[in-house]
């Protein structure tokens, strides 16, 4: 049976709503929390400093990542320096590039050395992991995210990505790689075999926990006491009069013999046979 507990990954949240994020405060299993921009916007946030500073009483000590949201390497460097003076637990998010494609290699160096705790972001490729590590000041914390999530959206498998990824990051000890924009519970299974330290997890993804080795004979009685449900309550109906049955389909119909048990000794042809318990 899967079981949750075997785990080595960690689960950060990944949101905005406050009272989402209070009501996750005692869950042991959360062990850290992320935000970003787009996410505030989403949960109509106004004022980035008072939520943060909201945020930061709520889950401490737990560690917290915000975003810096310039576009040019000064700007960005002032922001972080502020966001980082926030807390002992802040991780500051830099996006891999500014939004003119520029790599922001030399800022995330600075910061680094600074003893700045980074959350690098929004990487993509093995090429910006890489870059990052090289960038990266080897005795200071910092979290290398790549959007796995993203990747599986343009069809490609990110398991094997995430995986070369694992390798590239352990040259500094101090660094851990996160799998970022999951979509689905079994992303935390397939990011904890991939040897990712953290992934993070929405809160919408949270609730399926529960799921997690449910007996699936059962989750199918369940689908369908649902749909059955959902109709009733929707008072749905379908008139079955024969009139109005198509006449190209009802002569077949009459002279098709109903089987409900295969010969026996009948085997099911190709991977239904295999998928048949």
């Known amino acids: ?25 005692c869950n042991p299993w959360i062990r850290g929390f992320t935000t970003n ?7 109509g946030i106004v004022d980035y400093q008072a939520f943060a500073h909201r945020l930061l009483c709520l889950v401490h000590p737990r560690p917290v990542s915000f975003e810096v949201f310039a576009d040019n390497p000064e700007e960005m460097e002032a922001q972080a320096l502020a966001i980082a003076g926030w807390g002992s637990n802040v991780n500051v998010k830099i996006p891999v590039t500014n939004p003119a494609g520029k790599f922001m290699g030399p800022l995330i160096h600075r ?7 980074l959350n690098i ?3 993509l490729t093995l090429g910006q992991v890489e870059e990052v590590v090289r960038a990266l000041y080897p005795g200071t914390p910092a979290i290398v995210s790549v959007f796995a999530g993203r990747i599986a959206d343009t069809g490609v498998d990110p398991v094997p990505i ?4 694992v390798t590239i990051v352990r040259h500094l000890p101090r660094v851990e790689l996160l799998w970022a924009s999951p979509r689905e519970v079994l992303n935390i299974f397939q990011a904890d075999e991939a040897g990712c330290d953290i992934i993070t997890v929405p809160p919408d993804l949270l609730k399926k926990l529960d799921l997690i080795g449910k007996d699936l004979k059962e989750y199918s009685l369940e689908t369908v006491a649902m749909f059955h449900r959902d109709a009733s309550i929707a008072a749905y109906c379908i008139d079955t009069g024969e009139s109005h049955i198509r006449p190209d389909v009802h002569p077949l119909m009459s002279a098709m013999p109903l089987q409900l048990s295969r010969p026996a000794g009948a085997k099911l042809p190709g991977r239904v046979g295999a998928l048949k318990n």
Request: aromatic content about 4%; glycine content about 6%; overall charge positive.
């Open 121 to 123: 972001t929004a990487i």
């Open 1 to 25: 049976m899967i079981r949750f507990e075997n785990l080595s990954v960690k689960l950060y949240c990944d949101g905005a709503d406050l009272d989402n994020i209070q009501g996750l405060c």
């Open 37 to 43: 921009p787009t996410l505030m916007r989403k949960a």
């Open 162 to 165: 995430m995986k070369r990824a």
């Open 111 to 117: 910061l680094s050395a600074a003893g700045v705790a």
